[in-house]
């Protein structure tokens, strides 16, 4: 079982940046391609970025990995006030990201974590 833990957010200026992580615990981090969510309330879950289990990625924002640490780095950069939001990672073993990026319902993916907070205000 992999459990997330994000950490990083906080409040920025409007064309600021901010660095996201998430720290993984359990098995075989690896093997799994992880995404970066936002929601905000009364919307959908969003995909911002993804990262595969061989280091392949896309989206919006830069996502990195570093499986000796088992940690996904979220680089965000230029934030708007639209950016705010709360900011999931998620894992899962069996999706690519390019579906994982469509994903707004949380039962889509295997392990979540419980957010964190970006608010971009000046």
């Known amino acids: 079982q992999l459990q997330l833990v994000e950490s990083g957010g906080g409040l920025v200026q409007p064309g600021g940046s901010l660095r996201l992580s998430c720290v993984a615990s359990?098995?075989?981090?690896?093997?799994?391609?992880i995404g970066w969510f936002r929601q905000v309330p009364g919307k959908e879950r969003e995909g911002i970025s993804c990262?595969?289990?061989?280091?392949s990625s896309m989206g919006r924002f830069s996502i990195t990995r570093d499986n000796a640490v088992k940690t996904v780095y979220l680089e965000m950069n230029s934030v708007t006030p639209e950016d705010t939001a709360v900011y999931y990672c998620?894992?899962?073993?069996?999706?690519?990201?390019?579906?994982?990026?469509?994903?707004?319902?949380?039962?889509?993916?295997?392990?979540w974590g419980d957010g964190t907070l970006v608010t971009v205000s000046s």
């Open positions: 359990g098995p075989d981090f690896n093997h799994y391609s």
């Open positions: 998620a894992a899962d073993k069996f999706r690519v990201c390019i579906t994982i990026l469509d994903i707004t319902t949380q039962d889509a993916m295997a392990h």
């Open positions: 990262i595969g289990p061989s280091g």
